[in-house]
């Protein structure tokens, strides 16, 4: 059984920042990407970020700049800076992973956590 655990969300002004955290436990055998997507009210689910095994990144165009993913493939656990926030950042955000586990490549999501910025 493989679960991603998110946390680090919250409530943050206008210009703030949060960090996101995300670990992946249970029986891995090897994660190919780690990374975040959100969802606010009424929209759809759109990806944030994105991080390989390898190190390469990508992010939405509404995100560059002020968003930096990170992973720590030792622990498992990928991480996702938010600077500048804005209004328009407020969704929930879901953690999400493809990976190996049993033999079988297959996509986990977490939960999901709150980001709410006020203006």
């Known amino acids: 059984q493989v679960q991603l655990v998110e946390s680090g969300g919250g409530l943050v002004q206008t210009g703030g920042s949060l960090r996101l955290s995300c670990a992946a436990s249970?029986?891995?055998?090897?994660?190919?990407?780690m990374g975040w997507y959100r969802q606010a009210p009424g929209k759809q689910r759109e990806l944030v970020a994105r991080?390989?095994?390898?190190?390469?990144?990508n992010y939405a165009d509404s995100v560059k700049g002020r968003f930096t993913i990170s992973s720590d493939n030792a622990k498992n656990t990928v991480y996702l800076q938010m600077n500048s926030l804005k209004p328009e950042d407020t969704a929930v955000y879901y953690c999400?992973?493809?990976?190996?586990?049993?033999?079988?490549?297959?996509?986990?999501w977490g939960q999901g956590t709150q980001v709410t910025v006020s203006s």
């Open positions: 991080i390989t095994s390898s190190n390469s990144t």
């Open positions: 999400h992973s493809q990976l190996l586990t049993a033999g079988l490549r297959r996509v986990y």
């Open positions: 249970g029986s891995i055998f090897s994660i190919d990407t």
